[in-house]
């Protein structure tokens, strides 16, 4: 089963990717890994990459596209894949739609997980950080015994740049504009299976295995 995941920053996306590489048994292929992965190995791509990653500029479809043909090529994804960050344009979803046929494969269904922008917000801003220990908590759903000290150490609690509300803000706009086009180009090709992103994880983890037609024997 080969499978994209999609989903905005806060909607859990990392933790339904783990209970899916558990229960499907196949690999997650996350586009930032494999090219620090090429580029680490200086493969040729890699090298290619990391021309463009030291100047601080993004890296072109074709290299990525590249990289990725070459993970998917690999014995582990022979029964199934699950891509995790790629696409992110309707362009790098059709050159991805190339490569596969080139292969004899192509993607079965997108998973899309889906949770409305106040939720999200409430989720991401609500995160504080020890400054000493790094131990993280929520001011909703983990908030700290005393306000604004570690549990664990005593430390002074803080809120990263990314965890304040108008970077939330931000990163959710770039994600909706960047995404809303390959939500509409998947939902066209009749693969897109959206998902409530809300309730408990085995909840949300059911609603995928559903739509996959997979008994629910999540672990």
């Known amino acids: 089963m080969n499978l994209i995941l999609l989903g905005p920053p806060g909607a859990g996306k990392g933790t339904q990717a783990k209970l899916m590489i558990e229960n499907l048994n196949i690999p997650q292929i996350s586009t930032g890994d494999i090219l620090r992965e090429s580029v680490k190995n200086e493969t040729p791509l890699g090298i290619?990459?990391?021309?463009?990653?030291?100047k601080g500029l993004l890296v072109p479809d074709d290299i990525v596209i590249g990289i990725v043909?070459?993970?998917?090529?690999?014995?582990?994804c022979?029964?199934?894949?699950i891509l995790d960050g790629f696409p992110r344009t309707v362009a790098q979803a059709e050159a991805l739609e190339n490569v596969l046929k080139s292969m004899g494969k192509r993607i079965d269904h997108v998973?899309?997980?889906?949770?409305?922008?106040?939720?999200l917000i409430k989720r991401l801003s609500g995160r504080w950080t020890c400054k000493n220990c790094q131990e993280g908590y929520h001011e909703i759903f983990n908030p700290p015994k005393k306000s604004g000290i570690c549990d664990k150490c005593g430390g002074e609690?803080?809120?990263?740049?990314?965890?304040?509300?108008e970077t939330v803000r931000k990163r959710l706009q770039t994600y909706e504009s960047q995404t809303m086009p390959l939500i509409d180009y998947y939902r066209k090709k009749d693969i897109l299976r959206q998902i409530d992103g809300r309730g408990e994880i085995k909840e949300v983890f059911g609603r995928i295995l559903k739509v996959l037609n997979i008994g629910q024997e999540a672990r």
């Open 48 to 54: 290619k990459a990391k021309s463009y990653m030291e």
């Open 69 to 76: 043909e070459e993970r998917i090529s690999r014995e582990d």
């Open 157 to 165: 609690l803080y809120q990263r740049e990314d965890d304040r509300e």
């Open 78 to 81: 022979r029964n199934g894949f």
């Open 111 to 119: 998973i899309s997980i889906h949770v409305e922008k106040d939720e």
